[in-house]
C-alpha cells in the first residue's frame, strides 16, 4: 500500500483512483471496530481534531465526532456561530489561531465553494473538507462508495442514476468524480435548472435526461439528492410538481435492475424527492450510508493524521 501524497484531503476531483483507493481499503479494515462490544482502539491516541462546522450539520459533524472518539483522539467542535468569526475576525485568522494550538488535523465544513482549498495555503495543520459551498463532499462520496462496495463487487461498468439538484449539490459533484474514475456509467436526471452542463464533459460515459423513468431504466445504484431548500423559491418549484417529475417512487423501482439499491445522503424530504415507500424499502440503503460515514471518516482521519504524524 502507498502512502497518501498529500496533507489535506480537499476534494476528490485532483486525485486518482489509487490514492482514493487507498481510503476505500482502510475503510474495510476499520468497519469491523464499530461492530465490537467496546468501539475503541488507539489508533490516534495522543492526537488532537478540531471540528469547525460554520454550517448546520447532524450527520456529519457528528459522524466525524464519533469516528475521532473510536480512534482515541481528543475532540473539539467549534460552531460559526460560536466563534470570533460573529467578532469580525476574518477566516484566515480564525484558522490561524486555532492552528496555532497544534491540533493535528481541522476538519471544516463552510458554505463558501472553495474555502477548505483557499486556506489550505496557509496553514501546515492538514485540513479535511467536511463539504464547501456547491463544490465538493469528499468523506460522502467515499462512504457512498464504500456502501455500493458492499452490494456489487466492482464500480466499474455499474450504471449509477443520480438524480434531483445536482448542479447546487456537492454530494454529487464528489461521487461524479469519483465513480467516473472508476468507471462506471453515469446518467444524470433533474429539471434544466438543476442541472450542470460542465460536468457532463467530465467523462464519456455520463449522459443527461430530464426523464427519472429513463434515468431509473436498468440502474444499478440509484442516487437521490435533496432539493437544496434555500433555492425553492429561486427555482421556482411547487413540493407536489417537484415530486410528481423527480420524486423517486416505488413504480420506478420497476425499471431499475431487480437488485437496484436507493442512496441519498439525507437529510431527506419525504414526499419531495423522495416517496416514504421508497425510503423505507428494504433495497434502500440511507441508514447504511450513515453508518459506513463513521467507518469511512475513521478512515480518512488515521490517513490525514498518520500523515503528520
Ligand atoms: N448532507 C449533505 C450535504 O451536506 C446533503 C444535503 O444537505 O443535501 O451536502
Redesign the pocket.
Known amino acids: 500500500m502507498t502512502e497518501l501524497d498529500r496533507k489535506d484531503l480537499l476534494g476528490l476531483e485532483g486525485m486518482s483512483a489509487e490514492e482514493i483507493e487507498l481510503f476505500l481499503d482502510t475503510t474495510a479494515s476499520f468497519k469491523e471496530i464499530s461492530e465490537r462490544t467496546v468501539k475503541k482502539v488507539p489508533a490516534l491516541r495522543g492526537k488532537t481534531i478540531v471540528n469547525l462546522f460554520f ?1 448546520p ?4 459533524r457528528a459522524s466525524f465526532e464519533i469516528a475521532a472518539k473510536r480512534l482515541g483522539a481528543d475532540t473539539i467542535s467549534i460552531s460559526g456561530e460560536g466563534s470570533s468569526l460573529s467578532k469580525g475576525e476574518s477566516l484566515v485568522d480564525t484558522l490561524n489561531t486555532l492552528s496555532a494550538m497544534r491540533p493535528d488535523v481541522i476538519v471544516m ?1 463552510h458554505s463558501a465553494s472553495g474555502a477548505p482549498q483557499f486556506l489550505s495555503r496557509f496553514l501546515s495543520t492538514p485540513i479535511i473538507n ?2 464547501d459551498g456547491q463544490h465538493e ?1 469528499p468523506t ?1 462520496a467515499l462512504l457512498d462508495a464504500m456502501t455500493i462496495l458492499e452490494h456489487r463487487s466492482s464500480l466499474e461498468g455499474l450504471r449509477a442514476a443520480i438524480i434531483g ?1 445536482i448542479g447546487h ?3 454529487a459533484r464528489s461521487n461524479i468524480h469519483l465513480l467516473a474514475k472508476f468507471g462506471a456509467e453515469l446518467v444524470l436526471c433533474g429539471p434544466a435548472t438543476m442541472l450542470p452542463r460542465p460536468l457532463a464533459e467530465l467523462a464519456p460515459r455520463i449522459s443527461l435526461t430530464h426523464s427519472i423513468e429513463e434515468a431509473v431504466s436498468g440502474a444499478d445504484v440509484i442516487m437521490m ?2 432539493v ?1 431548500l434555500e433555492r425553492q423559491n429561486v427555482l421556482n418549484f411547487p413540493k407536489n410538481e417537484y415530486f410528481q417529475f423527480y420524486g423517486l417512487r416505488l413504480e420506478h423501482l420497476r425499471l431499475a435492475h431487480p437488485d437496484a439499491i436507493v442512496m441519498h ?3 431527506i424530504n419525504r414526499g419531495r424527492e423522495i416517496s416514504s415507500e421508497v425510503a423505507d424499502f428494504p433495497r434502500s440503503v440511507i441508514l447504511n450510508q450513515v453508518e459506513n460515514g463513521v467507518t469511512a471518516r475513521m478512515a480518512v482521519l488515521e490517513r490525514v493524521c498518520g500523515q503528520s504524524s
Open positions: 454550517e450539520s447532524t450527520r456529519t465544513r467536511a463539504g463532499h460522502q439538484d449539490s456537492r454530494v439528492l435533496r437544496q445522503p439525507g437529510p
